[in-house]
């Protein structure tokens, strides 16, 4: 498990580990929640990182709303 140790400036360093597994960039963005007594950081993506997501989904038996 990886940590990361917060700066007297509020900051902290994400470990490389983690940055090449996520494939994160010198300043990408993150919404930051939290969740009781966790942190999330969550990378914001682009529209266009999304495409081809649901490439090969099979679209047979879609229910429409009407059914």
Sequence with gaps: MATATLSSKYQLAIPKAIRDEL???PGQQFT???KGDNIELIPVRTIGSA???FQGTNSENYRDRGE
């Design 23 to 25: 494939g994160l960039k």
């Design 32 to 34: 930051v929640m939290a």
């Design 51 to 53: 495409r081809g997501i």
